[in-house]
């Protein structure tokens, strides 16, 4: 079936220093990718997207490349601040746009300053 | 951006009642929502799929008597968990769709069955 695993947390990082975010998946066809980020005590945000392989989405300093051939969609930030400090959910999509999403179990980053 | 709210954000209960958990779009209409429910350092999984004016859709292993779905209205869903039971004790999520390939999440209902 269609399932995403992303690497275990916490994650603890001093600011400006480099993040990634394992996210692998496992899907029939060519889904989409996702990054959400929930903050403490707010809902989930998209945070990036990619929708075909080789795609990059990015946002905030955030990146992530969609590798059909590894089937990952890894998360980056040269330089984490501690307002990055939030839950990072990896999903994908593999039916008609607006259908529901399929999640990882979520990474928490703890950025200290 | 665009905001979903859900009420209560927690809740406490004794095992056999019933509790309603609403999710609201306050800027936008929402012809379907989501209801995903999250055990602690667990994915979010899918519950049921709820289309404004019609039956919800629910995922396999979701019993439909126990989890009611109403959709109202195109701001207003509501999940009631009748009967609850301590292992219905969890984070109850929803999201609304805005659009054809947007939707919003709502900030969580955690519901406590004692």
């Known amino acids: 079936g269609n399932s995403v695993t992303q690497m275990e947390g916490p994650v603890t990082l001093s600011e400006e220093a480099f993040l990634t975010i394992n996210c692998t998946y496992t899907a029939t066809g060519y889904p989409s990718l996702f990054w959400y980020v929930q903050y403490p005590g707010e809902g989930l945000q998209l945070l990036l997207k990619?929708?075909?392989?080789?795609d990059k989405g990015s946002n905030k300093g955030f990146e992530a490349t969609y590798r059909k051939e590894t089937t990952s969609f890894h998360l980056e930030k040269g330089s984490v601040q501690v307002s990055d400090s939030a839950v990072y959910f990896c999903a994908l999509r593999t039916g008609q746009a607006g259908t529901a999403l399929i999640f990882g179990k979520g990474t928490t980053l703890s950025v200290s300053s | 951006g665009a905001v979903v709210s859900q009420h209560p954000s927690r809740v406490i209960c004794k095992s056999g009642t019933s509790v309603k958990i609403e999710c609201r779009s306050l800027d936008f209409q929402a012809t379907t929502m989501f209801w995903y429910r999250q055990f602690p350092k667990q994915s979010l999984m899918l519950m049921a799929t709820s289309n404004e004016g019609s039956k919800a859709t629910y995922e396999q292993g979701v019993e439909k008597d126990k989890f009611l779905i109403n959709h109202a209205s195109l701001t207003l869903s509501t999940l009631t968990v009748t009967s609850a039971h301590p292992e219905d004790s969890s984070f109850y999520i929803c999201?609304?769709?805005?659009?054809?390939?947007?939707?919003?999440f709502g900030p969580g209902t955690r519901l406590l069955v004692l």
């Open positions: 999201s609304a769709r805005a659009s054809a390939d947007t939707q919003y």
């Open positions: 990619a929708t075909k392989a080789d």
